[in-house]
């Protein structure tokens, strides 16, 4: 999943772990839709379409003046009270799936001719096997669920990263199309078996690395479902220049990541996605600012040749009526999307792809899977050698020769194409003409070629030499960091930064962003989060404060109470505050009073548009006003507060939560979760963000994750800092600094991280240093001399300081043995007495002090 980072709050009681008392703009948000349905909505112009968005549908095709689209059911009534004809229709796909499905799950060929995702493995599995030489498959990632996302290649040397064009296929982000997962196998057999006998395979084989991932969605597959399994149709999930404009991977479905994070790691020229429902290739754009109409790209006449291409080897699809000439469409002209793949490849990855719908019929019966093949054979392998033609060649560094990562500029199109860093070859794709390129890398002079001449039915050759320009040079010795440490210490380690360079550098470091689902660091540093499931994590503790404390009154929807009293300055992103609001949607909040959407519209955080200084342990639409629900805050007024919500519902979906907030002087943040239902699971944010709303963790953002008795800690540091945490190095000089080194927050056993340096280094603006600790668990030694003397009305206890405890949790009852849980708890004190000032006339008491670290 797309977690970021958290922050943990670990105390170890005598050898026991227990928690008590314990970038950028986020993506768009997304609805999940797995209990939609599909409606026709019939629209008196294009532009409905954006009302049907904003209400949160997904269109899944027009035909002429009616829309298919899956909407919720509160989705499809406020259509309807808007005034639109809508009416709900059979999802034939969905249905026939989940016969197959049901039919075939159990016997020996699942799905008959169609593949699952094991079967792809399988195949996959043998064919590594037959042709070792020219195929190779890899998972580039895990599901929601947990299941691979396969990807093959397929080309001579094929263990070998060459300097060729590189190209790819997709099918089946849409779980329920799957015709383009069968063209895909297909097509790998196809080159497997003739390319030593076809001209036009072999050629394929010989020149290009073809990449293809035949199921992207196999959740969806095998839940006979349009979407991933956090119901979000992941062809609305990726960056868009328009909507949703920061290219990462932040607040993004696992499996739109897992692409994107590939897709980086390759260079990429053309490709295309395979779907089904219509009989058509679509190419780009598929957003605009301008959402109705031909909304064309810079280079418009090259997308609408290359759709031709794949078009008119597959007859059906050419000579269809609904989409004339040729069978092709802009995508904005058909209707729009958000966040759709083919975009987001021509903005940011200088990859030409479209989106080809293979069949009218969205889920065909498997015995007509052979007559698709035919019909997009040849399309499939003549659209591909359309990107040997264009302009090739090969940057280098005039002095050295060696390879040069650039950027490739064709006139004043901002989209750009790239030369690869291992070999630095590169590949643009042009018709006939003159045109001019204009080639730039950090750290070299720019070279512009105002001419250059792109023949017909072949490629220009242009090699560039660039020359490097006077800069700094960064380094670092030691290039990488590892260290033994216990658990929530600290270690001080040197390090120094090197400039081998001509000029000064400047620098400055933060640890980098890491979520690896359990544990991680925040965005802009400074914290880290871990939870119960780790390995050194909290232990669940549920604080009953049931009888302690003030029961919050919410009223209305989307209230913000407040403020009230902390009881002790509390350290947040380097400020100290004494109050907090009380957000009904299930956040706190040392500053912000919103309500409204600003306040139940839950986002990735950190984000601009939404509250400051915000603590969410489940920031989701909720309804505390209803009947049932409890809401009770409680402070110690020393050293802990504890927020409970219970039995809070969701404002839809009935949803039915348990959670609680506690803040502890230290600055540690502890969320805990008791009963939390099974219901709108996937809706909420877990996290933090600062008073800017520039830095903040986001552990989860309407994503699966949380189950019953689970608790997330969040601690105010970073896994590893630099002292100074900038600087500036003389050219051809160094500078010793401190790399300082805590374990808080930090699993036991073996965790890396990554300490990111920036500087003004052209060549390496961003240089990432591993960062590995090898945690220990070390427990505190146990208080063994407890003393206990009346001070009428009160108590005092004194105690010995004891190994490797930072602070002591005490503990009262009138019974014996005392029980470490609920009300018993009177608190923490990093000293060695303790008065208790609530024993008042009590017959007689049993004490217990613990040490913790």
């Not at 407040?562 to 002790?568: D, N, Q």
């Amino acid at each position: 999943m797309n977690r970021k980072y958290r922050i943990l709050l670990c105390l170890l009681f005598a050898g026991l772990l227990l928690s008590l008392a314990a970038a950028a703009d986020a993506a768009r948000v997304h609805k999940n839709m797995l209990d939609s349905r599909l409606a026709e909505v019939v629209l008196t112009s294009k532009a409905d379409l954006q009302i049907i968005d904003e209400v949160g549908g997904i269109v899944d095709r027009v035909r002429g003046n009616v829309a298919e689209v899956y909407l919720l059911e509160q989705d499809f009534n406020q259509l309807r009270a808007r005034g639109f004809s809508v009416r709900w229709i059979p999802d034939l796909k969905k249905e026939f799936l989940k016969k197959l499905w049901d039919e075939t799950r159990d016997g020996p060929d699942p799905l008959q001719e169609y593949h699952t995702n094991d079967e792809i493995e399988a195949e996959f599995i043998n064919w590594q096997a037959a042709y070792p030489n020219l195929f190779h498959h890899e998972s580039i990632g895990h599901t929601v669920l947990g299941r691979d996302m396969w990807v093959a290649k397929v080309s001579d040397n094929v263990t070998e990263d060459e300097p060729e064009i590189e190209v790819k296929y997709i099918s089946t982000m849409h779980g329920n199309e799957p015709v383009g997962t069968e063209m895909c196998l297909y097509f790998i057999e196809d080159l497997l078996t003739y390319y030593t006998t076809d001209p036009e395979l072999g050629q394929l084989m010989n020149e290009y690395e073809i990449w293809l991932i035949p199921m992207m969605n196999p959740d969806g597959n095998y839940s006979s479902s349009r979407y991933n399994a956090n119901g979000v149709d992941l062809n609305r999930d990726f960056p868009d220049r328009v909507d949703d404009s920061v290219n990462t991977t932040a607040g993004r479905q696992i499996e739109t990541a897992n692409v994107m994070n590939w897709s980086w790691a390759h260079n990429f020229i053309l490709s295309a996605n395979f779907h089904t429902g219509a009989l058509v290739v679509n190419y780009p754009w598929d957003n605009d600012v301008i959402k109705t109409g031909y909304r064309p790209t810079p280079e418009d006449p090259l997308f609408v040749f290359l759709s031709i291409q794949y078009s008119r080897w597959n007859s059906p699809m050419y000579n269809n009526p609904e989409f004339q000439p040729y069978g092709i469409t802009n995508g904005v002209a058909w209707y729009y999307i958000i966040g759709g793949m083919q975009d987001w490849n021509y903005t940011w990855m200088g990859d030409k792809e479209v989106t080809i719908e293979l069949s009218n019929t969205s889920w065909p019966s498997p015995s007509q899977l052979p007559q698709y093949w035919s019909e997009n054979r040849y399309s499939m392998r003549r659209y591909l050698l359309e990107a040997k033609y264009g302009v090739r060649g090969v940057v280098t560094d005039s002095a050295t020769g060696d390879p040069v990562k650039a950027n490739v500029k064709l006139g004043t199109i901002p989209y750009l194409t790239y030369s690869s860093a291992l070999h630095g070859e590169y590949y643009r794709i042009l018709q006939a003409g003159t045109y001019s390129l204009t080639f730039s890398a950090s750290g070299y002079e720019t070279k512009v070629f105002p001419s250059v001449v792109v023949n017909a039915d072949t490629f220009t050759v242009l090699n560039v030499q660039l020359k490097r320009v006077p800069s700094p040079e960064i380094s670092t010795d030691p290039t990488s960091i590892s260290e033994a440490i216990n658990i929530c210490d600290s270690l001080d380690v040197p390090f120094t930064i090197v400039n081998s360079g001509e000029l000064a550098l400047n620098w400055s470091a933060v640890e980098s962003y890491i979520n690896e689902g359990g544990y991680g660091s925040a965005v802009g540093g400074g914290w880290r989060f871990i939870d119960s499931d780790q390995s050194g994590g909290p232990v669940y503790s549920w604080v009953d404060i049931s009888g302690l404390g003030q029961q919050l009154s919410f009223t209305a929807d989307d209230q913000n109470l407040g403020p009230y009293t902390i009881g002790f300055p509390f350290p947040f992103y380097g400020q100290n505050f004494t109050s907090i609001r009380v957000a009904a949607n299930g956040w706190i909040s040392f500053t912000s009073t919103a309500t409204g959407e600003t306040s139940w519209r839950n986002k990735y955080l950190p984000d601009n548009t939404r509250p400051e200084n915000i603590v969410a342990a489940w920031w989701d639409d909720l309804s505390p006003q209803r009947s049932g629900t409890t809401v009770r805050l409680y402070t110690n007024n020393t050293d802990s507060l504890i927020l409970s919500f219970n039995n809070v519902q969701s404002y839809a979906d009935n949803g039915l939560y348990n959670f609680q907030t506690v803040l502890l002087a230290s600055g540690k943040i502890v969320f805990q979760y008791a009963s939390m239902g099974t219901n709108r699971l996937n809706s909420s944010t877990i996290g933090l963000q600062n008073s800017d709303r520039t830095k903040g963790s986001t552990v989860i953002y309407n994503e699966l994750y949380i189950r019953n008795y689970m608790a997330i800690a969040f601690c105010p540091n970073s896994m590893v800092a630099l002292v100074p945490a900038s600087g500036s190095v003389p050219a051809h000089s160094s500078q010793p600094v401190t790399a300082r080194l805590k374990s808080c927050c930090v699993p036991t056993g073996v965790t890396s991280g990554i300490l990111a340096i920036s500087s003004n280094d052209p060549v390496t603006p961003l240089l990432e240093v591993d960062v590995t600790l090898d945690v220990t668990t070390v427990p505190p030694e146990p208080v063994t001399d407890l003393v206990i003397l009346p001070e009428p009305p009160n108590v005092r206890l004194f105690w010995t300081a004891t190994a490797y405890a930072d602070s002591y949790s005490i503990w009262r009852s009138e019974n014996y043995p005392v029980e470490l849980i609920g009300g018993n708890f009177l608190g923490s004190v990093a000293d060695t007495t303790y008065l208790d000032t609530s024993a008042g006339a009590s017959s007689a008491a049993f004490y217990v002090v613990t040490s913790v670290r």
